[in-house]
């Protein structure tokens, strides 16, 4: 063998070595043992079944939730089973090629820890829409108030819910909020009632008042008058300063709320002034003081 052909020999025995060394094939090839290939096909195995068993559970979830629980929800549900599966996983393989998940488990924990003190707010939040989907207090196109704001609800959250207000504006409600104050939902039935209150002098006939009071309802299009469960009523209540207070009380349909509101007050108005019945009303009395007279009051003072 001439000088050439050693030199060449050399050159790629060196070249060899190099790419051994710089991409750890022979750290490598001793782990391409039948021991571990038994694992890798083993995870692989493991993975397909524990897929099968995911799909199988997702499906059923989705398909209970759907009944219950509206799409956004049933979206957040597939989520978490989805996060856990992936999780389940990763933590299985690690365990089956030994590697210890002590250390892991420890650092999650102080890192738990560590977000749950930044984000003490969102945890909090997160907690209560949990609470919030699985109480089914309200859904999406129902009209609530909660915390002084009322709205038709427009979206229903993990972390907040979304009402739009009568004059189109959007607020977000923390679910927490929703969870530690009380929450009116005035979409739940079908039917809602209005209590009107009324003033008359001391004066008046009260039998023949409350008679024209009764029949306010009937000349209302939107009040219930046909069902005796959501029969209007009428009745005195207490004696004011002023004058005899009562109430009138109407049932309608949840949708037909500002107009019966305001067909009801005009219509027990006018049926009041047809009937000269007096609605009582403060009155203040004023005295234009003249120059004169200012000056002395002053002075007493």
Same mark, same amino acid.
């Given at each position: 063998?001439?000088?050439?052909?050693?030199?060449?020999?050399?050159?790629?025995?060196?070249?060899?070595?190099?790419?051994?060394?710089?991409?750890?094939?022979?750290?490598?090839?001793?782990?391409?043992?039948?021991?571990?290939?038994?694992?890798?096909?083993?995870?692989?195995?493991?993975?397909?079944?524990?897929?099968?068993?995911?799909?199988?559970?997702?499906?059923?979830?989705?398909?209970?939730?759907?009944?219950?629980?509206?799409?956004?929800?049933?979206?957040?549900?597939?989520?978490?089973?989805?996060?856990?599966?992936?999780?389940?996983?990763?933590?299985?393989?690690?365990?089956?090629?030994?590697?210890?998940?002590?250390?892991?488990?420890?650092?999650?924990?102080?890192?738990?820890?560590?977000?749950? &003190?930044?984000?003490?707010?969102?945890? !909090?939040?997160?907690?209560?829409? /949990?609470? #919030?989907?699985? %109480? $089914? =207090?309200?859904?999406?196109?129902?009209?609530?108030?909660?915390?002084?704001?009322?709205?038709?609800?427009?979206?229903?959250?993990?972390?907040?819910?979304?009402?739009?207000?009568?004059?189109?504006?959007?607020?977000?409600?923390?679910?927490?909020?929703?969870?530690?104050?009380?929450?009116?939902?005035?979409?739940?039935?079908?039917?809602?009632?209005?209590?009107?209150?009324?003033?008359?002098?001391?004066?008046?006939?009260?039998?023949?008042?409350?008679?024209?009071?009764?029949?306010?309802?009937?000349?209302?299009?939107?009040?219930?008058?046909?069902?005796?469960?959501?029969?209007?009523?009428? &009745?005195?209540?207490?004696?004011?300063? !002023?004058?005899?207070?009562?109430? /009138?009380? #109407?049932?309608? %349909? $949840? =949708?037909?709320?500002?107009?019966?509101?305001?067909?009801?007050?005009?219509?027990?108005?006018?049926?009041?002034?047809?009937?000269?019945?007096?609605?009582?009303?403060?009155?203040?009395?004023?005295?234009?003081?003249?120059?004169?007279?200012?000056?002395?009051?002053?002075?007493?003072?």
């Amino acid at each position: 063998m001439n000088e050439s052909t050693k030199a060449a020999t050399n050159l790629v025995a060196g070249t060899a070595d190099e790419i051994k060394s710089m991409f750890h094939l022979d750290e490598l090839a001793s782990y391409v043992t039948w021991g571990n290939l038994a694992k890798v096909v083993t995870s692989i195995v493991a993975i397909l079944i524990f897929w099968v068993i995911y799909r199988t559970i997702r499906h059923l979830v989705k398909k209970g939730a759907s009944k219950k629980f509206e799409p956004r929800t049933v979206k957040s549900i597939t989520k978490c089973i989805s996060y856990i599966f992936y999780v389940v996983i990763v933590m299985y393989v690690l365990g089956l090629f030994g590697i210890k998940l002590s250390a892991v488990w420890g650092a999650a924990g102080i890192a738990g820890v560590a977000i749950g &003190f930044a984000a003490q707010t969102s945890v !909090s939040n997160l907690i209560s829409g /949990l609470f #919030v989907v699985t %109480d $089914k =207090a309200m859904k999406v196109g129902d009209f609530i108030e909660c915390d002084g704001v009322s709205g038709t609800v427009r979206e229903i959250g993990i972390i907040s819910v979304k009402i739009q207000t009568v004059d189109k504006q959007m607020i977000r409600i923390p679910n927490s909020t929703i969870i530690n104050t009380k929450l009116v939902n005035y979409s739940s039935f079908n039917h809602r009632r209005y209590v009107f209150e009324f003033s008359v002098d001391y004066g008046t006939d009260l039998d023949k008042t409350l008679e024209i009071v009764k029949s306010v309802p009937a000349r209302c299009p939107t009040v219930i008058t046909n069902d005796p469960t959501y029969a209007p009523a009428a &009745f005195w209540t207490t004696l004011g300063d !002023s004058g005899i207070n009562g109430i /009138l009380c #109407v049932w309608f %349909d $949840k =949708a037909n709320l500002w107009e019966t509101k305001s067909t009801v007050c005009s219509e027990l108005v006018k049926a009041f002034r047809e009937a000269d019945v007096n609605i009582p009303f403060n009155r203040m009395d004023v005295t234009l003081l003249s120059e004169e007279t200012v000056p002395s009051i002053s002075k007493k003072a």
